[in-house]
């Protein structure tokens, strides 16, 4: 039988036609939106690829037993919305005149935060080249700290 060029498809002909339509559809738009959420994990992964990180739980337990110091690099503003009890605040803009050379006698480990981890990396970098040892990176910054629902301080 030849079929109707001229007649209009109509939802419920395809869909009768085609009933697992429905469920691709379905299942290509969740594949969208889970890939679209996980896009900043993704980021934070490449950037921490073989790099001294540490994850809010570790980091807490670090916090807890050695005494390592946590430098903030957010700004004010953000500073002030939330942070890591115990944290040295200095913003990316001032770190590198705060930060010329390590101190010999100091034996703790600094650990870099900022919102996303992007500014932690750079001063990561910038810390290594001058000599700093016992650098590590908070990673995902703040937003992972927030998602694992450890405390802050205001």
């Excluded at 115990?86 to 101190?103: I, K, N, S, Y």
């Excluded at 919102?115 to 750079?122: F, G, I, K, N, V």
Aim: charged fraction near 20%.
């Amino acid at each position: 039988m030849i079929a109707n060029l001229t007649a209009p498809i109509t939802l419920d002909a395809l869909l009768k036609d085609y009933p697992w339509l429905p469920g691709v559809f379905f299942a290509a738009l969740c594949l969208i939106v889970g890939f679209l959420v996980s896009l900043p994990r993704i980021a934070a992964w490449r950037r921490a690829k073989g790099r001294p990180v540490l994850n809010p739980l570790q980091l807490e337990a670090m916090l807890t037993g050695s005494g390592a110091l946590v430098v903030d690099l957010r700004n004010a503003q953000d500073f002030a919305k939330g942070h890591i009890r115990g944290c040295l605040h200095v913003p990316f803009a001032e770190f590198q005149a705060r930060f010329t050379q390590p101190d010999p006698k100091a034996k703790r480990a600094m650990i870099l935060v900022d919102e996303t981890d992007t500014l932690s990396h750079q001063a990561l970098d910038l810390l290594t080249a001058r000599g700093f040892t016992w650098i590590y990176v908070l990673k995902g910054g703040m937003e992972a700290w927030r998602s694992a629902s450890r405390p802050l301080v205001r």
